[in-house]
């Protein structure tokens, strides 16, 4: 049982990184460039250097060859790094590899590209594609039981749990600096202070639900949503359940005085 | 049954030296054989708290790298018989710190008949403060009432439960206390600090005591005596509830309720 960091010189073990998807809908260079300008407001460190897997598969078929060394350098620009592309077309491949990216060929994300004007746009978690056993029946009640991780123990600043492949129950509080991630939905029968995903995989229908609801940060299916002004406050502490309409993210109270 | 117990917060500065000093003290002064160890490597200052600076001949270290024996290092306390002191190296790097060696130093002790084995964790995440509570039975973790440290103490509790060797092993989890440090009821009182009920809302673990903020504790550190030994100050009343508590004893709260002063005393004054 000995494992101490001094025996072995390296480790591999399987782990899901977070990475922003870039999803181009052009290959022009300069409505990129204007995009991410407005995108960012100026703020140089928008994106923090966060991961980013560029999804060429919403170009329309035949459209103008893609300039990779510019468009890796426009990202890196934005403080976007760039290290997989997704859905690229095979006559793609040699000169992606050429420039150091990994091809992702996990399965199309399910949810339609959100437009650039949401929140802010990210089809988020799982650089690796998750191929998870019981596979995730999309739409079906957010998650095969089977797959379904129980959480008794608070999740502390720090700690990250993934529910691959299904659903994520927390009974205990999930507190500020925590992620709690899930291919399902979320569901905290206590105090959510941290940050929730749900439907890491794409899965639009997943929902996140919390006993008192004061996240730092939400996601489902990649499209997120920040509080820095605060989480509203008419449902902030109170049972509540966020879900994915269309490209917005709707709070609804589940308060049973409150509800029809 | 011997029990080892970390004493660590994630954050410096917030009294883990201090409480690990008078905890230990207190369990002695109960005739409990103790030992108090400083792990932390580079940066040791139990020693200087505990007014030993200048009997430290060996230290961890070598015990660790068999350059010295247990009973070579392990420095006695001037005031208790029962408590001894195994303090850091001041000169080496903290990753001379080996797990094996850590072991077998807590296997050493135990097996000298010390029933509490203190560990008095270094700040942050690092190699020291997981050596110090790797082997933990207990877990005494100090928070003062400020975001910030609160913060830091849940990252820490999250490594205890994560990489304690309880943990590891699957065995029963390693039993946490929390004590809050530097805690002003006054402040408290006027909203400029988190209160106690606030710090236990987000740590969600037992709270084993609070200390009160006091000059006292910077006094007790200059003269090298822990705090507890200042008899009739909040502090070492504070200390030794503390180590009531953690004996099995119940003992109610205290300092935790602001009473303004009266009119004489604003007129007179109180100290």
């Given at each position: 049982m000995s494992k101490s960091p001094f025996q072995k010189p390296i480790e591999i073990k399987i782990s899901t990184v977070v990475a922003v998807s870039a999803i181009l809908h052009t290959s022009d260079g300069i409505a990129l460039d204007a995009a991410l300008k407005g995108m960012t407001g100026g703020v140089s460190d928008f994106f923090e250097g966060d991961l980013a897997v560029i999804d060429v598969g919403d170009l329309a078929p035949g459209s103008e060859r893609i300039d990779w060394s510019g468009t890796i350098a426009l990202l890196k620009k934005y403080r976007l790094n760039p290290v997989a592309v997704r859905n690229a077309r095979p006559d793609m491949v040699d000169e992606i590899v050429a420039h150091g990216l990994s091809l992702d060929t996990g399965k199309r994300d399910e949810t339609s590209a959100p437009p650039v004007a949401a929140p802010v746009v990210a089809p988020a978690p799982v650089a690796e594609p998750v191929q998870a056993a019981p596979a995730l029946i999309p739409g079906a009640n957010g998650g095969a039981n089977a797959a379904t991780v129980i959480i008794d123990t608070p999740v502390r600043a720090g700690q990250r749990i993934y529910a691959r492949g299904g659903d994520l129950i927390v009974m205990a509080v999930v507190n500020n600096g925590a992620e709690i991630i899930a291919d399902g939905s979320i569901h905290v029968?206590?105090?959510?202070?941290?940050?929730?995903?749900?439907?890491?995989?794409?899965?639009a229908s997943a929902r996140i639900f919390a006993l008192s609801m004061s996240p730092e940060l939400v996601s489902i299916a990649g499209v997120y949503r920040t509080f820095e002004d605060g989480f509203?406050?008419?449902?902030?502490?109170?049972?509540?359940?966020i879900r994915l309409n269309g490209d917005k993210l709707d709070?609804?109270?589940v308060n049973s005085t409150t509800r029809a | 049954m011997a029990r080892i117990i970390v004493v660590t917060s994630g954050k410096g500065g917030v009294g883990k030296t201090t409480s690990s000093a008078s905890f230990s003290t207190g369990l002695a002064m109960r005739?409990?054989?103790?030992?108090?160890?400083?792990f932390d490597v580079g940066l040791r200052n139990l020693d200087l708290i505990m007014g030993c600076e200048r009997r430290v001949v060996y230290d961890l270290i070598n015990v660790i790298n068999k350059e010295a024996s247990l009973n070579q290092a392990l420095i006695k306390d001037k005031h208790c018989d029962n408590l001894f002191i195994l303090p850091a190296s001041q000169t080496r790097d903290k990753d001379a710190l080996s797990e094996d060696g850590v072991e077998a130093v807590l296997a050493d002790l135990i097996a000298m008949g010390f029933e509490f084995i203190i560990c008095d964790s270094p700040a942050g995440i690092e190699h020291g403060a997981l050596m110090a509570l790797t082997f933990a039975d207990e877990a005494l973790i100090v928070t003062n009432p400020e975001v910030s440290s609160v913060r830091d103490s849940d990252r820490i509790l999250g490594i205890i439960q994560a990489k304690s060797r309880r943990a590891q092993s699957g065995g029963e989890p390693v039993k946490e206390h929390l004590l809050i440090t530097r805690y002003s009821p006054k402040r408290v009182e006027n909203g400029e600090m988190l209160s106690y009920t606030d710090v236990q809302e987000i740590l969600r673990i037992p709270l084993m005591g609070i200390i009160p903020e006091s000059e006292q504790v910077l006094h007790a550190s200059n003269q090298g005596n822990p705090a507890i030994h200042f008899k009739g100050t909040d502090v070492a009343e504070a200390y030794e509830d503390v180590v009531a508590r953690f004996l099995g004893e119940q003992r109610p709260l205290r300092f935790t309720d602001y009473e303004k002063p009266g009119l004489l005393k604003r007129l007179f004054g109180a100290k």
């Open positions: 029968y206590n105090t959510l202070n941290g940050r929730a995903l749900a439907g890491a995989s794409g899965d509203p406050a008419d449902q902030a502490r109170q049972p509540a359940q709070i609804q109270s | 005739g409990h054989k103790t030992v108090v160890i400083d």
